[in-house]
């Protein structure tokens, strides 16, 4: 899953960005409104953490021009203050949740949990799909109730093809789901990543579109 | 007529009692007002550093990695230190009281002080201060701590923002009616769009990966305040690139001295 972290605190920021790569996040990290506002432009984000004292634009401007702009992405608000005026009137302006700084890693990947599941409308975090299960939690994958190890990339690629069966996913859509700007990224990395997971999930049910992407195809309601 | 004296004197006494207990109360409530708000400022202004460190801490734990495990670690300590240089600073900043315990002093006494205390400092970064006092300096009204306060901040501010193997002015001179202090540096200097918001509270320009913490030129603004003095910046002046900060304070005249403690 990728998310876009706005703070402008150097170590904060640095703190965050790597703790939140350790959970298996995809994490593009800004300091500033200005950036904030070209990187949520680019809608390339699962979910969004705003902080709102930033220099030069305020966290909640940023909030209030993205949702003005129709952009639903989940937000989640970390800051200092803790003041029941400053949480409402965040909330309402747009935010989805709202956290207190200094706040637990653990607490801040639960809630994002919280929210994708809310944007994909699942009832649980734990993916299903035939004899795979995945959970966003632990990072495990199971096959026929068996664990089976994959690393951080091929981890997030199952997970975004089990959040859409059915669904065309392009390889524009998946290549950025998976890497930061400031990954570098060999030019078949994707075909390699989706032939290992074929290959460890002996499946065939990821399709290739020829010259579009890939897809999970739907599991049989039977 | 005895009696009426009496009367009127116990009547004054008794005014005066309940006015002094209303001016005490009065302060009380200044002075209780002023500590709630320094400990909501210094309270919010911990947060974030204590959350860097809370995240530090958290992934230093989750690491399987040894060299992860010490990079973490290593960072947490920064963070250690940057609350402690905050808390310094909101304590000096606290401090900063409106009495006067001013006596006769001399600024390139206290200029060489703090240069003798941040040469270490300087060195590090192989940055160069030159000194430059004019002899027999005239004395100025003023409090030789918060003076020192005042110069170390300055100072710490030029050594922090210079780049490394650059070179620091520091300048004392008398003019007419004022003694001039000037701090040139060689770093980025500041746009002169932003140069009345560096003297607010925490105040940092965007951008830079400096470890202080945006009280430093609040408290010098405070200190100039207390002794009259003014304070000119100038960004890029003519001979080197960077910021010249420059103080005047009023000398020391005949009339100011009397007022003084000896």
Request: with cysteine.
């Amino acid at each position: 899953m990728r998310l876009l972290l706005i703070e402008d605190d150097e170590q904060l920021g640095d703190a965050v960005k790597t703790g939140l790569r350790h959970s298996g996040y995809i994490v593009d990290w800004v300091t500033n409104g200005e950036q904030a506002d070209a990187a949520i432009r680019s809608n390339l984000f699962e979910c969004i953490l705003l902080d709102l004292s930033l220099p030069k634009r305020t966290g909640l401007s940023v909030l209030n021009q993205m949702r003005h702009s129709g952009n639903l992405t989940p937000v989640i608000i970390l800051t200092a203050q803790d003041s029941l005026e400053c949480k409402i009137k965040s909330l309402d302006s747009g935010a989805d949740d709202y956290i207190v700084k200094p706040f637990d890693l653990n607490e801040l990947c639960a809630r994002i949990r919280a929210l994708s599941r809310r944007h994909l409308k699942q009832a649980e975090s734990l993916l299903k799909y035939q004899n795979i299960t995945l959970d966003p939690k632990s990072h495990q994958v199971t096959l026929d109730n068996k664990p089976l190890i994959i690393p951080r990339r091929e981890f997030a690629l199952l997970q975004k093809l089990l959040e859409h069966p059915g669904q065309v996913l392009t390889r524009e859509q998946l290549m950025q789901s998976l890497y930061s700007w400031e990954d570098e990224v060999e030019s078949n990395a994707l075909e390699v990543h989706i032939h290992n997971l074929r290959k460890k999930l002996h499946t065939k049910n990821i399709r290739t579109l020829r010259g579009i992407g890939y897809m999970l195809t739907k599991e049989d309601p039977s | 007529m005895l009696l009426l004296i009496i009367g009127i004197l116990c009547l004054l006494g008794l005014l005066i009692y309940i006015f002094s207990r209303q001016i005490i109360a009065y302060f009380n409530r200044i002075s209780l007002k002023k500590t709630k708000r320094f400990a909501a400022n210094a309270a919010h202004e911990l947060r974030t550093p204590l959350a860097a460190i809370k995240t530090q801490a958290q992934i230093a734990l989750i690491s399987q990695n040894l060299a992860e495990k010490d990079q973490a670690i290593e960072k947490l300590l920064l963070s250690v230190n940057r609350c402690t240089h905050i808390i310094q600073q909101l304590l000096i900043q606290g401090n900063l009281s409106p009495e006067k315990n001013f006596s006769l002093v001399q600024l390139d006494s206290i200029a060489q002080d703090i240069y003798q205390l941040l040469l270490p400092i300087a060195h590090s970064k192989n940055i160069q201060i030159l000194c430059q006092f004019e002899e027999k300096l005239p004395a100025i009204i003023g409090n030789e701590v918060t003076l020192g306060i005042l110069i170390r901040n300055l100072l710490d501010n030029a050594i922090r923002y210079s780049p490394m193997n650059s070179q620091i002015n520091l300048k004392l001179y008398s003019r007419k009616k004022e003694i001039v202090l000037e701090i040139i540096d060689q770093g980025p200097g500041i746009p002169k769009s932003y140069q009345r918001s560096v003297f607010e509270r925490f105040y940092r320009i965007l951008g830079n990966e400096n470890t202080g913490c945006g009280l430093g030129l609040s408290i010098v603004q405070e200190i100039s305040l207390q002794h009259h003095a003014r304070i000119i910046l100038k960004s890029n002046p003519a001979k080197y690139k960077g910021l010249s900060i420059k103080l005047y304070f009023p000398k020391a005249t005949h009339k100011n001295k009397l007022n003084t403690k000896k």
